[in-house]
Antibody, heavy 118, light 110 residues
Framework: QVQLVQSGAEVKTPGASVKVSCKASGYTFTGHNIHWVRQAPGQGLEWMGWINPNSDNTNYAQKFQGRVTMTRDTSISTAYMELNSLRSDDTAVYYC???????????WGQGTLVTVSA | QSALTQPRSVSGSPGQSVTISCTGTSSDVGGYNSVSWYQQHPGKAPKYMIYDVSKRPSGVPDRFSGSKSGNTASLTISGLQAEDEADYYCCSYAGSNTYVFGIGTKVTVL
């Protein structure tokens, strides 16, 4: 069965960077986009962008352009999301999600809590 | 890109029906038949319930249905059950390979 397993919680200081991983299994990794979505405490879901693991093409939400980088390692079926210049309002749970269909996200990782605090 | 508008909360008694609206613009909800809905229980990852406006994935009860009219999509839960109490989010394709979520709606089963 499809599984997306994310790396563990992180605590970072303002200005630092964080890199979250998402290891995929149960399907052909290069066959579908991986999206990243975040959720601040008590808040809603926010789409951040996607990566095509086959072509390495990416597309980022305008809000995050210049600060986010999505990469992948096909040899280990893992996608990564790196966010730079962290601020306190980047404190959130970050999810990877599989774009199995064309316009929706049909499997989600368990989420990774990133806390930004001085 | 602004978040899609949803009511903050809706409630209903067991067995009743509730409908959650999701209002966007002609650049997202109104422009594409690509609205999906996600259910999220506290502390859990979202789960997709509806895609392409009204299609239901296997395993999702047929109590859940979706529709769209103009710039507004809707999710209806018929025969409300206790386990339906959760947060629900709509999401729409917004062109140029981007997506936008709704602000989320808390469904309470009375």
């Amino acid at each position: 069965q499809v599984q997306l397993v994310q790396s563990g919680a992180e605590v970072k200081t303002p200005g630092a960077s964080v890199k979250v991983s998402c290891k995929a299994s149960g399907y052909t990794f290069t066959g579908h986009n991986i999206h990243w979505v975040r959720q601040a405490p008590g808040q809603g879901l926010e789409w951040m962008g996607w990566i095509n693991p086959n072509s390495d093409n990416t597309n980022y939400a305008q809000k995050f352009q210049g600060r986010v980088t999505m990469t992948r390692d096909t040899s280990i079926s893992t996608a990564y999301m790196e966010l730079n210049s962290l601020r306190s309002d980047d404190t959130a749970v970050y999810y990877c999600a599989l774009g199995g269909g064309r316009y929706h996200f049909d499997h989600w990782g368990q989420g990774t809590l990133v806390t930004v605090s001085a | 890109q602004s978040a899609l508008t949803q009511p903050r909360s809706v409630s209903g008694s067991p067995g009743q029906s509730v409908t959650i609206s999701c209002t966007g613009t002609s650049s997202d909800v109104g422009g594409y038949n690509s609205v999906s809905w996600y259910q999220q229980h506290p502390g859990k990852a979202p789960k997709y319930m509806i895609y392409d406006v009204s299609k239901r994935p296997s395993g999702v009860p047929d109590r859940f249905s979706g529709s769209k009219s103009g710039n507004t999509a809707s999710l209806t839960i018929s025969g409300l059950q206790a386990e339906d109490e959760a947060d629900y989010y709509c999401c729409s394709y917004a062109g140029s390979n981007t997506y936008v979520f709704g602000i989320g709606t808390k469904v309470t089963v009375l």
